[in-house]
Structures are given as structure tokens and as C-alpha cells.
């Protein structure tokens, strides 16, 4: 937004047409220059690079405003998939914790989970002998090994999906800056060459939290919210 604002004042400034605001980038002798001879020389040498293609270059300048809202609007949806999948996140972590306290323990207070095979296991995988097994009490609500070990893989594929949005904000950020350099400004290959990955980035974020919304949730034994298309989801606002 900040961008575009800037933008469109610079249009306004180059055009003499006052807004209500005061006059950020064009230097005085610009502001008050006619447009004819050493006046309108001395003008164009008080300009930066990126406003004279801007002001010389009306396709160019369609572009950069085109990149610009495109940049923003990718960074507002990975903002929207940001919230997704940190709720999924926060869903799935509690869903552990159930799991947790729901598993059976041994006497010095192992949790431990039977496996599809009836072997006794550990969190961390490791067979229980059976010595230790006779003293365990049973209540019959325990997970399984299978569906804590689906949980936690789960929960890393969303951590995974998440660090993948994070860096994808950065990288559209750092198109956004270098948009912003008066004077080296990006060539009309480079913006399109914007536009292209920030479209790659956000498509794959969505991709992948799609993906992993149609597995079979191994979260079927505790209670969760009901899942959506990455596309469809409405994250409730905070």
C-alpha cells in the first residue's frame, strides 16, 4: 500500500496537481521548473532514475504499478495461508497433548502405545518387553502407536509449510525493496520476472497446505475443526 501510495504521488507531482499533501520527491528546482529549455534540463537532472522512466516511459510505468499491487496482493495472501496453517498447527499440537495424557504408562511413568502388531512401544519407537508390559493398566482409550507417530509427522509437514511461507514473505519483501531503489531501477524483464515468482511462491504454499489437508487425518480420535481447501478457508480474524 505504501508503495502504491508513493506512486501515485509522484504521478500527481510530476503532473503540478496538488492532492492535499505536501510534495515528497521532486526536489524544489523540479517543483518549480517550467517545461521548456535549461529550465526543463536542469529539472530532469534533479530526478532520480526510476522517476525519470517512470515520467519518460508510460508502459513502463503501467508495469511497476501493475508489479507493485502484484507484489501486494501476494503478500497478502501468504499472510491469509500464514494464519492457516498455524491454526492447523496450534489444532495438531493439542491434539498431541490429548494424546499425551491419554497414553499408557509404565511404573516410572514412560508413556507407552500398542502398535497395529500388539507390540508395546515408546514415543520414540523402541519395543517394550514384556516383563514390563504385565504392569501396565489398561483403559482402553489409548492412542495407537500409529496414530501418535501419524500426529507428529503431521505436525512437522505444517512446521515445514510454514518456514516455506516465511521465506517466500521474505523473498516477495526483497522484490519490494529493491522496486523501491531510485536509483537502479528494475528493467520491465525484471518486474515481469517479479510478477512470475511471487505467483510461483504463493501457488506452491497453497499447494502444499491443500495437500496436506486432503491426507487422512490422524487426528480422528480427538476433537478438531473441519478442514478446507486452502482456497476456501476463512480464518477467523483476531
Known sequence: ARMARNFHDLQNEIAGRDVGRIERFLPDGAKSADASGKAKQERAQDLTRLQLA???????????????????????????????????????????????????????????????????????????????????????DEPTYESMQDARERAERLQDIEHDIRSGQAEIGDMQSGMENEDDPKSAEELEGFKKRADEIVEGAEDSIDEEMKRKSPLSDVPEPAVQAASDIEVPKL
Not at 507484489?71 to 492447523?88: G, I, K, M, P, T
Not at 491434539?95 to 499408557?104: C, F, I, P, T
Open 54 to 140: 517512470l515520467m519518460s516511459d508510460p508502459a513502463y510505468a503501467a508495469l511497476y504499478r501493475e508489479t507493485t499491487q502484484a507484489l501486494n496482493e501476494a503478500q497478502s495472501r501468504l499472510d491469509r495461508l500464514l494464519e492457516q496453517v498455524q491454526y492447523e498447527i496450534e489444532a495438531t499440537n493439542r491434539a498431541l497433548e490429548d494424546m499425551r495424557n491419554r497414553a499408557a504408562r509404565l511404573e516410572d511413568g514412560t508413556r507407552v502405545y500398542r502398535d497395529k502388531n500388539g507390540a508395546v512401544r515408546s514415543e520414540d519407537g523402541q519395543i517394550i518387553d514384556d516383563a514390563r508390559v504385565e504392569g501396565i493398566v489398561w483403559k482402553g
